[in-house]
């Protein structure tokens, strides 16, 4: 009888990509799931309870003071500052050891990105310029990276391995342009005294950070902090989950021979006593051993990684579908035809559909062509206009500025049905491009 061969271990930084990858799949599932509740809820006879629940005001009050943020503010607020968190540290792990770590590696993604932050923008303020809507063009500069690797996702193995890192690492330099946007041009007045506080904070949490403290409620106070003196600045509060994610190390805190040589001795030491599953517990030097592993073993494991991986499904399936039921229900007046016909609509569905296949085919055809960029192993040019397609699926972060954007309500509703439909478009137009441009899959 003859032995399997064990396959092969895949490289770490393929394994950490995988799961992550597959984590987006499922949430996007969820995400889906819940933004057709949210429409179902808006649009029926429980309407009126939604909206209600919606601008019900929640927080806490001392004497005469109070601080209170209606339910659909502190989601917006402040859960999706854990949100922007975990996209700070996909951001910050891709930049020192991933996709956009190099400028070789980092060329194609981030042209690509850049062209399908620009055009479409430039093709929203076409048909807004002057008008009610001319603040919205950021509203057509994003793209949602759970939908998109969601039904990339749908052809498991015929989508090239080199397709699914690029469509990623194109999302994340989309989110990097997308917070800058926020920051600089969908912030309140800025109030210097928060900041100052805010910077107060953030100087605190590296301070703790580079002398590696290792209780997690000072990190928590910490950010805390920080959270509430961007709030208090008029820079809107989730730029604050940025800047803490920035604060955490993504690179292991020891060397890794001291790593090796540490647990060498101490798997000697315990193998040498006399070990049972209690005897540590009269045996002191045992308990310091294991100790020892314990903080070994931690320091070696990179924060930032084990953050995300603890975060992203609080992400993927509490966060974000929370955030859907908040904002996906919009109450579609008259019919959705006739609402797609305003300005705001079609700015937001020419900006996803269209712009996101122009910015993003030719960007990448100028890199490559120039000798920037070479296109991955695997990746034909009709794969990445699927992915251009994909880009266009723009939900949450597009919905995310409307709400920036817009203090009409009406304004607001029609800049959702534009995104709803241009993100449907775009997933079905670019599902299909895949389909057709793919190998097929092997029986």
């Known amino acids: 009888m003859v032995a399997?061969?064990?396959?092969?271990?895949?490289?770490?930084?393929?394994?950490?990509?995988?799961?992550?990858?597959h984590s987006e799949v499922a949430g996007s599932v969820v995400l889906l799931a819940c933004t057709l509740a949210a429409l179902y809820f808006a649009n029926s006879s429980h309407s009126e309870t939604y909206f209600e629940i919606l601008h019900t005001k929640v927080g806490v009050s001392w004497g005469e003071s109070a601080f209170k943020l209606t339910f659909h503010h502190w989601v917006n607020d402040f859960l999706m500052v854990l949100f922007f968190f975990v996209v700070g540290l996909e951001i910050k792990r891709e930049i020192v050891a991933g996709q956009l770590s190099s400028i070789k590696d980092s060329a194609l993604p981030v042209m690509a990105a850049l062209g399908g932050m620009i055009v479409p923008a430039l093709l929203y303020t076409l048909f807004n310029h002057g008008g009610n809507g001319a603040d919205g063009w950021g509203i057509a500069m994003a793209t949602d990276i759970a939908f998109a690797l969601g039904i990339l996702s749908l052809f498991g193995s015929r989508a090239p391995i080199g397709l699914k890192v690029f469509l990623t690492a194109l999302a994340?330099?989309?989110?990097?342009?997308?917070?800058?946007?926020i920051a600089v041009f969908y912030s309140e007045q800025i109030f210097w005294s928060g900041l100052a506080v805010a910077g107060f904070f953030m100087a605190l949490l590296l301070i703790a950070s580079r002398f590696m403290i290792g209780r997690p409620g000072i990190y928590i106070l910490l950010a805390l902090g920080v959270w509430a003196g961007v709030f208090a600045s008029g820079v809107h509060a989730t730029v604050a989950g940025i800047l803490v994610a920035l604060a955490v190390p993504v690179r292991a805190r020891i060397d890794p021979q001291v790593f090796i040589d540490n647990m060498d001795d101490r798997l000697?030491?315990?193998?040498?006593?006399?070990?049972?599953?209690?005897?540590?517990?009269?045996?002191?030097?045992?308990?310091?051993?294991?100790?020892?592993?314990?903080?070994v073993s931690g320091s070696m494991r990179p924060a930032g990684i084990t953050l995300e991986h603890f975060l992203h499904p609080i992400q993927a399936f509490f966060i974000l579908p929370l955030f859907a039921l908040c904002n996906a229900g919009v109450h579609i007046h008259g019919g959705v035809f006739k609402t797609m016909v305003n300005p705001i609509s079609l700015g937001i569905i020419l900006g996803l559909v269209i712009g996101k296949q122009l910015g993003v085919g030719s960007m990448v055809w100028a890199a490559v062509k120039l000798g920037w960029a070479e296109l991955p192993k695997g990746v034909r040019w009709p794969h990445l206009y699927g992915a251009g397609c994909l880009a266009g699926v723009g939900f949450t972060m597009s919905l995310f500025i409307s709400e920036l954007a817009f203090t009409d309500d009406l304004l607001v509703d029609e800049a959702k049905i534009g995104i709803l439909v241009a993100s449907l478009i775009s997933g079905v137009w670019g599902y299909l491009v895949l389909m057709v441009t793919l190998p097929k899959a092997e029986n």
Do not use: N, Y
Not at 4 to 20: L, N
Not at 270 to 294: G, I, N, P, V, Y
């Open 172 to 181: 994340i330099a989309d989110d990097i342009g997308a917070v800058m946007v």
């Open 268 to 295: 000697e030491r315990l193998k040498q006593s006399d070990l049972t599953r209690q005897s540590m517990l009269s045996d002191t030097s045992q308990l310091d051993a294991l100790d020892d592993l314990h903080w």
């Open 4 to 21: 399997k061969k064990s396959k092969p271990a895949e490289p770490a930084a393929v394994g950490v990509f995988r799961r992550f990858f």
